[in-house]
């Protein structure tokens, strides 16, 4: 499975929809853009942090693909 410096963020929905946020580094800034919406947002600080609240938010998506038992 990938490794703790994974660049995307991936969820599904209820629907069984992967949705996908893409991190970028830029600097000490990092930018996250959403496959789904186009989304984009900079975040300095825990990046995937805002990319699972957007994922969720947004469409609702919160199950985590990575873990299944
Ligand atoms: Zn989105």
């Not at 000490?28 to 805002?50: E, M």
Request: charged share 25%.
């Amino acid at each position: 499975m990938p490794s703790m410096t994974t660049s995307k963020v991936s969820r599904w929905d209820q629907h069984g929809r992967e949705h996908i946020v893409r991190v970028r580094r830029a600097g000490v800034q990092r930018s996250l853009v959403c496959d789904t919406c186009g989304w984009r947002r900079g975040a300095q600080f825990l990046p995937w942090l805002k990319a699972e609240e957007h994922l969720a938010e947004a469409h609702q998506a919160t199950l985590d693909p990575s873990a299944e038992s």
